[in-house]
């Protein structure tokens, strides 16, 4: 079974810094997809980022972007340009590219704090 | 566009009774997942289903039940309520494969059992 490991429950940035999220996960799966989700207050979720394990080159959405090892089996999230409208918890989050397996797997999430 | 929407938005459910969740999505999407969220922590995956008239269990499926008769719905039954229960619901749908790929979330249930 794939798993998804956030190790750090928490996390805090200085506004306008950079801050960097890490995830790891365990997959036999050679073909996969790959997110990072934000959760306001508001419990909204929204997706950050996604990467596809085939595409060797990693995701970028504006101020946000993965560092993805696929070796590894690491899938971090760098932050540049830390706003206070960041702080909220992120996830990171695995799936199956298609299948009767394809559930979607969260990792545990971690809070970030953006300080002013 | 609607997306997925879910309904009730707020429960309070005594000990024993049964409800049923509502979800549904007009994105024509062929997976759907139902997670909880406990206070602080992640999401943890209840049941999913692949395609209409296929389920499967999640990590926390016991004390839950579901069905996927068609594409847009995704119902989630609770029998016999228990506080163990008391938590936030997402529903959540995806497509399968392509480009855009990521699960879109409805706006949750909170639910609590007294």
């Known amino acids: 079974a794939q798993t998804v490991t956030q190790s750090q429950p928490e996390m805090s940035v200085q506004e306008a810094e950079t801050v960097t999220l890490s995830c790891t996960y365990d997959t036999s799966e050679s073909d996969y997809y790959l997110f990072w989700y934000k959760q306001p207050p508001s419990r909204q979720m929204i997706l950050v980022i996604r990467q596809e394990a085939y595409k060797q080159q990693n995701a970028t959405e504006n101020r946000f972007s993965v560092n993805f090892q696929k070796a590894a089996k690491s899938f971090s999230l760098k932050i540049s340009d830390s706003q206070l409208g960041d702080a909220a918890m992120y996830f990171c989050a695995y799936r199956s590219r298609a299948g009767a397996n394809s559930k979607l797997t969260f990792g545990k999430g971690i809070t970030l704090s953006v300080r002013p | 566009n609607a997306g997925v929407t879910q309904t009730p938005k707020f429960r309070i459910l005594k000990i024993g009774q049964s409800m049923t969740l509502q979800c549904t999505q007009d994105m024509n999407h062929n997976y759907m997942y139902w997670y909880r969220q406990d206070p602080g922590m992640g999401l943890k995956l209840i049941y999913y289903s692949v395609g209409a008239g296929i389920t499967d269990k999640g990590e926390v499926p016991n004390g839950y039940n579901v069905s996927r008769s068609t594409t847009e719905d995704f119902p989630l039954r609770l029998e016999l309520a228990a506080p163990s229960q008391t938590s936030v619901y997402f529903c959540?749908?995806?497509?399968?494969?392509?480009?855009?790929?990521?699960?879109?979330f409805g706006q949750g249930t909170r639910l609590t059992v007294v």
């Open positions: 959540a749908s995806s497509y399968s494969r392509g480009v855009n790929t990521e699960a879109f």
